[in-house]
């Protein structure tokens, strides 16, 4: 080995190589996300859980609102006394509960993500202002914020919905217009961060509007702390609408929502327990679901920093 | 190694688990350590320097794992300690200095609680005892009335006292070793110069073993015994400091030691000799030499991992051609081409070429003052910032802003900028009158001047990629058509040599000197004549800053433009400046032009600050800064206890 005699190379001739045998970046995410064990459980039940909601209509084996009475609170098919015909079984009044399950499944759904767009929007956007101006608007800003503190949910949501009337309507609108404390409290907090980042002074320099700044320098770095507040929020605004159609002042009968089934089964709590199981089993699972997803999602799509 | 090791480490490997596989921080190291040497670990970040030193305390991480082949200190096999004899050992015969002054003292504890502590913890001494030698030891590392220091709380001291602390502390148990990681950087080369002089000393004298960790070759040439430079979580090149400084084998400790600036060695304005590409990741597997991607002498050999060769008696290095490339001058393809286009630029030229009344920037009485403690029952009170501050910077020129933390120099930079409202004072381009408050003003004034800003890692926003980070200012500006744009941008990013493929890429994939690139780019799309660089390579590594002096220089150059360049490192500015302004206080105290300040400084002050400028020249020793600075140190004391940073717009 006499490497002496060697021409010395012009450039270093090793320059592109991978000296660190290393898998592509889409690769590596794609293994995080599947290492993601927890990620993948929350996932999975969610995306079973929507389906059912998306293709309650084509799956359902009866009409959700066809009363039976006959075979009124038919037990489902691992009881004795059940059978195949209603595989959960029937309510009081001899309705499926299979298809309602599956019908209520989009009430859920679609009063967790709708109210949470609103109270997200309302939150965001006044934590910003309050987190990038500062002074005056933070000061009025964190005003309406004790304000909303002051104010306990449940006990306003159950007031106005007894003066407007319970429906999926007004139980959206209430809970979009009470949920955003936490939403406001984060983004005002990580605005409060960014401010003083060398990249928004940069932005500043090249004459860009607070306006500018608020929404495309600031806004896309707060998706990482916003979307576990929003899977945090979603599955609140799910049981707080349980809660309310339990209390018979949110999705009113006939139509189907968990917790309108929870309340309905009350009655018959001791001799047929199923009939609150089965929706109080799913509300627990679809909350998890969330909850599971949105951790996955802020572990997953963190930044990479430095190593 | 000879029996009277105090630290014997063979094959020691250290492994981290990420969530994108695992990192080999520490790739099979060995170095053994006598009593009372003096050991400078030395690499650019991320070659595994600081999780050694962890490693030895046995501090990692909890995702790491420690392997070694032999760990003893003091006879004693580290590997088999419990978790409670370990805790026995550190901060007893082990301890550790950290970098960071500010946070390595609980705010919440005296002093003296903090010192005695220690002593108590590890030992039967009585509080009195653990006092008296708290006094001695506070007395000894410098600090004044050290027995009414005791009831102080850490947040009452400047930086530069609280590492005397930190010093103290490691000292309370009279340890065999102390573990320094970069326990100057964070410091004013003035504090800087005073602490290594200080811990020089106390090992001598307490003859007490050192590894010193850090990335300054000026640094290590002044106080290290010993030399171990690392890369890539490997030691290449191991030997006393005198031998590795002046028969340096290991291409990587050569390129390191051409790619600095020093004053009075290298030539001004010249680009430097820069190590191209960065430091890798060390996430997967490695084959081979290391450094290879980046050696100018790779040869084909260099696929297979190189031992470590012993040269000459404790003189080791990492290479298949260890001991035959001595002789020869490794080419410089990076740099040959700008190289050449800098020729013509001598210091002379560069100066006699502007007319006198040519000015770019002017600055006329600039002030800031900071009212502080506004409250219902206390009455305000004022700090100028920045006090009347005039200054021209002619056309083409670059006129560098030396001074200390707190002297003001971002203050002012960030008045320039539009981003802070001056209280008084006004600033001029090209003779006219810039009003940076009004939207128009403020619109002119971000045409014509721009900022680099010192850490790469904040002042680009993550979630956009490369093109868009760049474009953005023409889209703010409403330049030319999305297609116009897009050339623009494309042909900037070369410039600043981004390769085409790094265009879509976050800043999240970019090593630091990528970044500084973008920023540079993201800088000048607007074609402005001013750039005003607020410490552009401090936060980089060495091999780095070279590369983007190189492109500041050739930049300059190319598109005439003007620098205000502002830094706390001397060797840079001299080697990139043409006039030097020195700042102190919020004001000016001494400006001039490069060659006269740095060879004939008038004012005292200035004389200090060059006196403690560490060159890479081995036996020179630690520069005696005079107790004159322990007055400056406290004044800035005052200052520090009431938490004001200039850069909050309040």
Redesign the interface.
């Known amino acids: 080995?006499d490497?002496?005699d060697?021409p010395?190379?012009?450039?270093?001739?090793?320059?592109?190589?991978r000296?660190?045998?290393?898998p592509p970046?889409w690769r590596?995410l794609i293994a995080?996300v599947l290492?993601h064990r927890s990620m993948m459980i929350g996932f999975t039940i969610l995306a079973l859980i929507v389906l059912a909601a998306i293709l309650a209509p084509v799956i359902s084996p009866h009409d959700p609102y066809a009363q039976e009475l006959s075979r009124r609170l038919t037990p489902p098919v691992w009881h004795e006394n059940g059978g195949w015909t209603h595989i959960l079984g029937t309510d009081k009044l001899g309705q499926d509960y299979l298809s309602r399950l599956f019908f209520g499944a989009r009430v859920s759904l679609v009063i967790g993500l709708v109210s949470i767009m609103i109270s997200g929007t309302i939150g965001v956007a006044l934590g910003v202002l309050a987190g990038y101006l500062g002074g005056r608007v933070d000061a009025v800003i964190n005003y309406f914020l004790t304000v909303r503190l002051s104010m306990p949910v449940i006990l306003v949501a159950l007031a106005s919905a007894s003066v407007l009337g319970g429906s999926v309507k007004v139980v959206i609108l209430l809970l979009g217009f009470l949920l955003w404390d936490r939403f406001l409290i984060v983004s005002r907090a990580v605005t409060r961060q960014l401010r003083?980042?060398?990249?928004i002074?940069?932005?500043?320099?090249?004459?860009?509007s607070p306006l500018?700044i608020m929404l495309?320098?600031i806004l896309?770095?707060l998706?990482g702390p916003l979307m576990v507040v929003a899977t945090l929020e979603i599955a609140h605004a799910i049981l707080l609408e349980a809660t309310l159609s339990f209390l018979g002042l949110g999705v009113q009968p006939p139509m189907p929502s968990w917790g309108l089934m929870v309340a309905e089964g009350k009655a018959y709590m001791f001799f047929q327990p199923w009939i609150i199981l089965i929706p109080g089993v799913m509300l627990v699972l679809l909350v998890l679901a969330i909850n599971l997803v949105g951790d996955g999602l802020r572990?997953v799509t963190a930044?990479?920093?430095?190593? | 190694m000879s029996d009277d090791a105090l630290l014997e480490v063979r094959n020691l490997r250290v492994d981290l688990q990420?969530?994108?596989?695992t990192?080999h921080a520490v790739r099979g190291i060995d170095f053994s350590l006598r009593h009372g040497e003096m050991l400078c670990l030395v690499g650019e970040s991320?070659c595994g320097k600081s999780i050694t030193s962890l490693a030895l305390m046995d501090l990692l991480p909890r995702n790491a794992t420690r392997r070694a082949d032999a760990l003893r200190f003091k006879g004693v096999d580290l590997r088999t300690l419990s978790d409670p004899a370990m805790r026995a050992v550190r901060g007893k015969q082990m301890t550790m200095i950290f970098q960071e002054p500010m946070t390595s003292l609980n705010p919440s504890w005296t002093l003296g609680n903090q010192l005695c502590e220690t002593l108590r913890a590890h030992t039967d001494a009585t509080w009195a005892q653990a006092r008296d030698r708290a006094v001695l030891l506070l007395e000894k590392v410098g600090i004044p009335s050290a027995s009414e220091r005791l009831n102080q709380y850490p947040h009452q001291l400047s930086g530069g006292l609280r590492q005397r602390v930190m010093i103290a502390m490691a000292l309370m148990c009279g340890p065999d070793l102390i573990i320094a990681d970069e326990p100057t950087t964070a410091l004013d080369v003035t504090i800087q110069a005073q602490i290594l002089h200080l811990l020089r000393d106390l090992q001598r004298e307490f003859r007490t073993a050192v590894i010193f960790i850090t990335h300054d070759l000026g640094v290590v040439a002044r106080i290290a015994d010993r030399v171990a430079v690392m890369y890539a979580g490997e030691i290449v090149e191991t030997a006393p400091v005198r031998e590795l400084f002046e028969r340096p084998e290991h291409p990587y400790t050569r390129g390191l030691l051409e790619c600095i600036p020093v004053p009075g060695k290298t030539a001004p304005g010249q680009p430097l000799q820069a190590i191209?590409?960065v430091v890798?990741?060390?996430?997967?597997?490695?084959?081979?030499c290391?450094f290879?991607?980046?050696?100018?002498?790779?040869?084909?050999?260099?696929r297979n991992a190189p031992p470590l060769a012993v040269l000459r008696p404790e003189h080791g290095v990492r290479c298949?051609?260890a001991g035959?490339l001595s002789g020869?001058q490794?080419?410089q393809?990076d740099t040959s081409a700008e190289r050449a286009e800098c020729a013509e630029l001598t210091p002379a030229s560069r100066l006699a070429a502007q007319a006198e009344d040519d000015v770019a920037l002017e600055l006329i009485a600039l002030t800031k003052v900071f009212r502080l403690g506004r409250g219902l029952f206390r009455s305000p009170w004022e700090i100028r910032a920045v006090n009347e501050v005039s200054l021209r910077v002619k056309r083409g020129t670059s006129l560098g802003l030396v001074g200390e933390s707190g002297c003001g120099k971002t203050t002012l930079a960030?008045m320039l900028?539009?981003?802070m409202p001056p209280t008084a004072g006004s600033i001029l381009i090209e003779g006219k009158k810039i009003d940076p408050t009004d939207s128009a003003g403020?619109?002119a004034l971000?045409?014509r001047?721009?900022?680099i800003?010192?850490?790469p890692?904040?002042?680009?926003?993550?979630?956009?990629t490369v093109f868009d980070l760049v474009e953005?200012?023409l889209r703010?500006?409403k330049v030319g058509t999305p297609e116009s744009r897009r050339i623009d941008v494309g042909e900037m990013l070369d410039r600043v040599g981004m390769p085409t493929r790094t265009h879509h890429q976050?800043p999240?994939?970019l090593s630091g000197g990528q970044r500084q690139r973008v920023?540079i780019a993201?800088a000048l799309i607007?074609r402005p004549k001013i750039l005003i660089c607020d410490e552009p390579t401090s936060a980089l590594d060495v091999s780095v800053q070279a590369q983007i002096l190189n492109l500041l220089l050739t930049l300059k150059k190319d598109l005439g433009l003007t620098y205000l360049f502002i830094s706390h490192n001397l060797s840079v500015v001299e080697h990139i400046v043409d006039e030097v302004a020195v700042m102190r206080g919020g004001v000016i105290v001494e400006r001039g032009d490069c060659t006269q300040i740095f060879h004939a400084p008038r004012h005292p002050y200035t004389r200090t600050l060059l006196a403690s400028i560490l060159t890479p020249e081995p036996g020179l020793g630690v520069p005696d800064i005079a107790g004159d600075q322990e007055t400056g140190d406290r004044c800035r004391e005052t200052e520090n206890s009431c938490g004001l940073r200039p850069?909050?717009d309040r």
């Open positions: 080995m490497s002496d060697l010395i190379p012009e450039i270093p001739p090793f320059e592109s190589e000296i660190f045998d290393q970046a590596r995080r290492r003083e980042a060398e990249f002074a940069a932005a500043r320099s090249l004459g860009a500018f495309r320098e896309p770095n998706l572990d930044l990479d920093g430095r190593n | 990420t969530s994108n596989g990192l991320g191209p590409g890798p990741n060390l996430v997967g597997t490695l084959s081979g290391a290879r991607n980046r050696c100018a002498c790779a040869v084909e050999d260099c298949v051609r035959r020869v490794a080419p393809p960030r900028l539009g981003l403020h619109r971000t045409s001047m721009q900022p800003f010192q850490d890692y904040s002042s680009l926003n993550p979630r956009r953005v200012a703010l500006h976050y999240g994939q920023a993201r607007l850069e909050k």
